[in-house]
């Protein structure tokens, strides 16, 4: 089997710290390409990154914030007008999904959810610990701790014979535990260093709950000001917007 590879487009918390993106992720296989969370600078991102987004099949969303989803408007609406996509997408996340992004389409674009789309587009609500077959993947969520409307989610992920774990957003729960069991690579936010919240995850309290978690590899990710202050100095590595990792 081939490579697997994720590229950060975005790894930056909701308010742009230190210049990122917001969350967006795209992972390549020989089989599968696709999108994990597509924040609100999605587009701008796989355009400075020279990503092209009809290369999209799929998109999985995390939750359903504006950081995480809120590209999605801007995302579609090109590729109607702009590139004219006749190739299917799906994008699959929350139950909500539907009707979030329907809201986000129509505060942003008022009449832009009604247009009769020139590609099919199927927008599939997963359920929570139940495994869903996609193009070339297998998605499983896990409920966190994020309110955010509808039920936040961790996504393990099977690609090209490898695991791919994202926490999404969370203050520390044991579904984290599950969600990255062995997996090769674990994408976990940590937007804050030491300040606690039950909505983020701070470091201290991630280190503190090393010994429960069993990925090979952990990637920090959205780190807010006081991480990024801190993040040269880390025993761990932290994404970087446009680097690209190796799965495996
Ligand atoms: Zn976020
Ligand atoms: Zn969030």
Redesign the pocket.
């Given at each position: 089997m081939g490579q697997v590879t994720v590229r950060f487009l975005g790894c930056g918390d909701?308010f742009g710290s230190g210049g990122r993106f917001q969350t967006c992720f795209l992972v390549r296989s020989d089989t599968a390409r696709f999108l994990i969370d597509c924040g609100a600078s999605s587009l701008i991102a796989m355009n400075r990154f020279g990503v092209d987004p009809a290369e999209i099949d799929l998109i999985l969303l995390s939750?359903l914030?504006g950081?995480?989803y809120g590209g999605l408007p801007f995302f579609l609406l090109d590729a109607q007008i702009l590139r004219r996509r006749t190739r299917p997408l799906v994008i699959a996340g929350p139950p909500g999904l539907r009707k979030r992004l329907t809201d986000a389409m129509e505060v942003l674009f008022p009449d832009s959810s009604r247009t009769r789309s020139s590609f099919p587009l199927e927008l599939i609500e997963l359920r929570p610990e139940r495994p869903q077959a996609l193009d070339g993947i297998t998605v499983t969520p896990y409920v966190v701790e994020?309110p955010?409307g509808d039920p936040?989610f961790a996504l393990r992920i099977e690609c090209g014979g490898k695991i791919i774990a994202y926490s999404g957003?969370t203050g520390w729960t044991d579904a984290l535990v599950e969600a990255a069991r062995d997996a090769d690579l674990f994408i976990v936010e940590a937007y804050l260093f030491d300040k606690k919240t039950k909505l983020h995850m701070d470091l201290d309290t991630l280190t503190a709950h090393l010994g429960d978690l069993t990925a090979r590899r952990m990637i920090l990710t959205h780190l807010g000001a006081d991480m990024l202050a801190r993040a040269s100095g880390l025993p761990y590595q932290c994404a970087e917007d446009g680097a690209t990792v190796v799965v495996g």
């Amino acid at each position: 089997m081939g490579q697997v590879t994720v590229r950060f487009l975005g790894c930056g918390d909701a308010f742009g710290s230190g210049g990122r993106f917001q969350t967006c992720f795209l992972v390549r296989s020989d089989t599968a390409r696709f999108l994990i969370d597509c924040g609100a600078s999605s587009l701008i991102a796989m355009n400075r990154f020279g990503v092209d987004p009809a290369e999209i099949d799929l998109i999985l969303l995390s939750h359903l914030h504006g950081d995480h989803y809120g590209g999605l408007p801007f995302f579609l609406l090109d590729a109607q007008i702009l590139r004219r996509r006749t190739r299917p997408l799906v994008i699959a996340g929350p139950p909500g999904l539907r009707k979030r992004l329907t809201d986000a389409m129509e505060v942003l674009f008022p009449d832009s959810s009604r247009t009769r789309s020139s590609f099919p587009l199927e927008l599939i609500e997963l359920r929570p610990e139940r495994p869903q077959a996609l193009d070339g993947i297998t998605v499983t969520p896990y409920v966190v701790e994020h309110p955010s409307g509808d039920p936040p989610f961790a996504l393990r992920i099977e690609c090209g014979g490898k695991i791919i774990a994202y926490s999404g957003d969370t203050g520390w729960t044991d579904a984290l535990v599950e969600a990255a069991r062995d997996a090769d690579l674990f994408i976990v936010e940590a937007y804050l260093f030491d300040k606690k919240t039950k909505l983020h995850m701070d470091l201290d309290t991630l280190t503190a709950h090393l010994g429960d978690l069993t990925a090979r590899r952990m990637i920090l990710t959205h780190l807010g000001a006081d991480m990024l202050a801190r993040a040269s100095g880390l025993p761990y590595q932290c994404a970087e917007d446009g680097a690209t990792v190796v799965v495996g």
